[in-house]
């Protein structure tokens, strides 16, 4: 899943990154100052998700927020916060946010809630993503033959992770993820994980997400 930290230094979007290095099939892509319009170059990023560091609670980042949003009707929009009032964050929910993640959860919080937000696996309450979601297409009725253990693991296989990535992301063991799996490829009639990711992207079980590549070191988008 492609990834682009909109934050107001390269230091802060660096934070945002660590917050989020627990997920691996997040790849980050690009990094964009919060102080200037770069909604235009971060969508020729074609990123599937957007952080937003929205400690300071700056007017700016309410801007950055709405280009984006207007550039990329679809892409998952997610801001990190630490004491923004309800006022603010509502704003910022029309302006087009999915959702705000508190920084309060700790590290190894952030990635996991960000992750889930941008699978579509948690609801919110604010009215830009209630509309949104609203035209979307019906969840796959083939979600109904897995249990919820065995779709999440099938949505990261199906994104690119390994069986060790998988038990790393989840805290369980290798082979407790092969038993899922083995479970899985039944219920779906295929043979392979190769099956059972193209079944998964043709059936609607979720979206086209790349592998996170090795770490490299975070570029600004140019502006």
Request: one cysteine or more; glycine letters at 6%.
């Amino acid at each position: 899943m492609r990834v682009v930290i909109v934050a107001d230094s390269l230091l802060a979007a660096e934070s945002v990154r660590r917050c989020l290095r627990s997920v691996p099939t997040f790849r980050i892509v690009g990094f964009v100052c919060t102080s200037r319009a770069g909604a235009a170059t971060v969508s020729e990023t074609a990123p599937d998700l957007v952080v937003v560091d929205g400690m300071d609670a700056a007017p700016q980042t309410l801007d950055r927020v709405e280009e984006i949003r207007v550039a990329m009707p679809d892409v998952k929009l997610v801001m990190l916060t630490r004491d923004a009032d309800e006022a603010w964050l509502a704003s910022a929910a029309e302006r087009g946010l999915d959702a705000a993640v508190s920084v309060s959860v700790g590290v190894s919080g952030i990635g996991h809630l960000v992750r889930q937000v941008a699978l579509g696996a948690i609801f919110n309450s604010f009215p830009g993503a209630a509309a949104r979601a609203n035209a979307v297409a019906e969840p796959s009725p083939h979600t109904e033959l897995l249990t919820a253990r065995e779709l999440e693991i099938l949505r990261l296989v199906a994104s690119g992770a390994s069986n060790c990535q998988v038990a790393t992301e989840l805290w369980v063991t290798e082979q407790t993820v092969k038993f899922h799996l083995s479970n899985t490829y039944r219920k779906l009639g295929v043979a392979n994980r190769t099956e059972a990711s193209h079944f998964a992207h043709t059936h609607g079980l979720l979206p086209a997400t790349p592998r996170m590549s090795p770490a490299a070191p975070l570029n600004a988008v140019a502006a």
